[in-house]
């Protein structure tokens, strides 16, 4: 391990790995973008490895001190003990290879789109309605599809990690079918939006109003720009909220979508437990949601103490999609809308069986 991080030998390429909890990785990603310039995210169980080329910045000439990029990150996380830092020289081209990394992926209905590369011209303009539940696999030649363009620059979702693909998968799975002709499939809350990458693919498939709200101000910068490079700022309103902020009208029989983890995940259930009224659900209108989708949680343990909480909260598992060793969930409201006694139930898609669950 070097003391610093900057250019030695003009033919080679320096990669700094920051390694730290998973749970806070977006947040350094988010804060280190300044300073190092774009990275790679490489998740793992616990923690994610964040990796930066900050040699090919020329504004960064001289080695940069391992002490100012920690001195940069988040108090608590410098705190924690739990991040290492290491360099490693790389014999490819930064650029191409970082970009490499960001190439368009279609998930169900949506194709998700860096800003270099170009929109499809066979893609639908979206905010038209689903025709059904979308398929996993991509539309032929691209009919059909909605076009998603995010930018990676702060590090925020892109489309790329397993829990942003499953959430995608399950929104697009609708109850009921096809909504009319021109009318709103209904509300959705995008809770911890980040880039906003779920919101915006929401409104261009067919959802609205669509409510996003992140506690992180950096967060909110990304996820206001990528709203306006979709033209969904019509649709997609942005807040600066944690959970217990969230306006309660929002959530009122709306899809909540909550790609995080478990804690947050959980936090969020209890507080949809209090709000006013029944369940949504069989017509009845409530202040409470009418289905949430939650992902960021490794199958497992981790799942097992979800679906516990669900049912004290009188929530039924629904369908589970698993891919890697995250599991992406779908809930709705129990009959009467009171906890649910027995196994795990739900249903389970293609991708890794779950471990323990």
Same mark, same amino acid.
């Given at each position: =391990?070097? *003391? &610093?991080?900057?250019?030695?030998?003009?033919?080679?390429?320096?990669?700094?790995?920051?390694?730290?909890?998973?749970?806070? $990785?977006?947040?350094?990603?988010?804060?280190? =973008?300044?300073?190092?310039?774009?990275?790679?995210?490489?998740?793992?169980? !616990?923690?994610?490895?964040?990796? /930066?080329?900050?040699?090919?910045?020329?504004?960064?000439?001289?080695?940069?001190?391992?002490?100012?990029?920690?001195? @940069?990150?988040?108090?608590?996380?410098?705190?924690? #003990?739990?991040?290492?830092?290491?360099?490693?020289?790389?014999?490819? !081209?930064?650029?191409?290879?970082?970009?490499?990394? /960001?190439?368009?992926?279609?998930?169900?209905?949506?194709?998700?789109?860096?800003?270099?590369?170009?929109?499809?011209? +066979?893609?639908?303009? #979206?905010?038209? &309605?689903?025709?059904?539940?979308?398929?996993?696999?991509? @539309?032929?030649?691209?009919? *059909?599809?909605?076009?998603?363009?995010?930018?990676?620059?702060? &590090?925020? %979702?892109?489309?790329?990690?397993?829990?942003?693909?499953?959430?995608?998968?399950?929104?697009?799975?609708?109850?009921?079918?096809?909504?009319?002709?021109?009318?709103?499939?209904?509300?959705?809350? !995008?809770?911890?939006?980040?880039? #906003?990458?779920?919101?915006?693919?929401?409104?261009?498939?067919?959802? &609205?109003?669509? /409510?996003?709200?992140?506690?992180?101000?950096?967060?909110?910068? +990304?996820?206001?720009?990528?709203?306006? $490079?979709?033209?969904?700022?019509?649709?997609?309103?942005? !807040?600066?909220?944690?959970?217990?902020?969230?306006?309660?009208?929002?959530?009122? *029989?709306?899809?909540?979508?909550?790609?995080?983890?478990?804690?947050?995940?959980?936090?969020?259930?209890?507080?949809?437990?209090?709000?006013?009224?029944?369940? +949504?659900?069989?017509?009845?209108? *409530?202040?409470?949601?009418?289905?949430?989708?939650?992902?960021?949680?490794?199958?497992?343990?981790?799942?097992?103490?979800?679906?516990?909480?669900?049912?004290?909260?009188?929530?039924?598992?629904?369908?589970?999609?698993?891919?890697?060793?995250?599991? +992406? =969930?779908?809930?709705?409201?129990? @009959?009467?809308?009171?906890?649910?006694? %027995?196994?795990?139930?739900? #249903?389970?898609?293609?991708?890794?069986?779950?471990?323990?669950?």
């Amino acid at each position: =391990m070097s *003391g &610093g991080v900057g250019r030695e030998d003009p033919g080679v390429d320096r990669a700094l790995r920051l390694t730290v909890p998973s749970e806070l $990785a977006e947040t350094a990603g988010a804060v280190l =973008m300044d300073l190092l310039g774009p990275f790679e995210e490489q998740p793992g169980r !616990d923690t994610t490895t964040l990796v /930066f080329y900050p040699a090919s910045d020329p504004a960064i000439g001289e080695p940069l001190p391992f002490g100012d990029v920690l001195a @940069a990150l988040p108090a608590e996380l410098r705190a924690s #003990g739990r991040v290492q830092i290491e360099t490693r020289d790389v014999s490819r !081209d930064w650029v191409d290879g970082w970009k490499d990394h /960001f190439r368009p992926i279609v998930i169900g209905q949506v194709r998700i789109r860096p800003p270099w590369e170009p929109a499809l011209e +066979s893609a639908a303009p #979206g905010g038209t &309605g689903l025709d059904r539940a979308a398929p996993d696999g991509a @539309a032929p030649d691209g009919a *059909g599809l909605v076009d998603v363009v995010i930018n990676p620059g702060l &590090g925020f %979702g892109t489309g790329l990690h397993a829990t942003t693909r499953g959430t995608l998968q399950l929104l697009q799975r609708v109850p009921g079918g096809r909504a009319a002709q021109g009318q709103p499939l209904g509300p959705v809350v !995008d809770a911890g939006t980040g880039s #906003g990458i779920l919101a915006i693919a929401a409104a261009k498939l067919g959802w &609205g109003p669509v /409510f996003a709200f992140d506690n992180d101000p950096v967060a909110l910068i +990304s996820a206001r720009e990528n709203v306006e $490079a979709n033209a969904v700022q019509g649709v997609v309103e942005i !807040d600066q909220a944690d959970i217990q902020e969230a306006a309660a009208a929002w959530f009122a *029989g709306a899809t909540v979508l909550a790609n995080m983890t478990l804690a947050p995940v959980t936090a969020l259930l209890r507080r949809l437990a209090l709000l006013e009224g029944p369940w +949504s659900g069989g017509g009845v209108e *409530g202040a409470r949601p009418a289905r949430v989708v939650v992902s960021g949680i490794l199958s497992g343990a981790q799942e097992v103490k979800l679906l516990d909480e669900a049912r004290l909260h009188g929530l039924a598992p629904g369908e589970r999609i698993y891919e890697d060793e995250w599991v +992406s =969930m779908e809930f709705a409201p129990a @009959a009467g809308g009171h906890a649910v006694s %027995g196994g795990a139930g739900g #249903g389970e898609s293609a991708g890794a069986r779950p471990r323990g669950a």
